[in-house]
């Protein structure tokens, strides 16, 4: 079993899914982060707003720049398929 970061994004087409997702992680390798690290910093973030936002749950220091590398990823893959602002392609992690 891998685990292996999928773009999100019906209308596109395989080769477009391919493309937005090469601009993700080259934004990842080149931050030189773990894409899955980074979605999984989110995690961290959604503790912290389920818990009222308690200082005690606040996302580390390290998990904020892993959670603005996986914005900037998401931001490469938008730009890539050419997504209208508002709209938004969703990054996320699959098994295989």
Known sequence: MR???D???PVATPAQSDAA????????GAAGV???DAWLAWAEEVR???CGCDDAFRPSEGARRLMDVHSLAQVAANQVLGVRPGEV???DFVER
């Open 3 to 5: 685990i292996e970061l």
């Open 7 to 9: 773009v999100f994004y």
């Open 21 to 28: 997702r090469a601009a993700a992680l080259a934004v990842y």
């Open 34 to 36: 773990d894409p899955y």
């Open 48 to 50: 912290w707003m389920e």
């Open 89 to 91: 392609v969703s990054l």
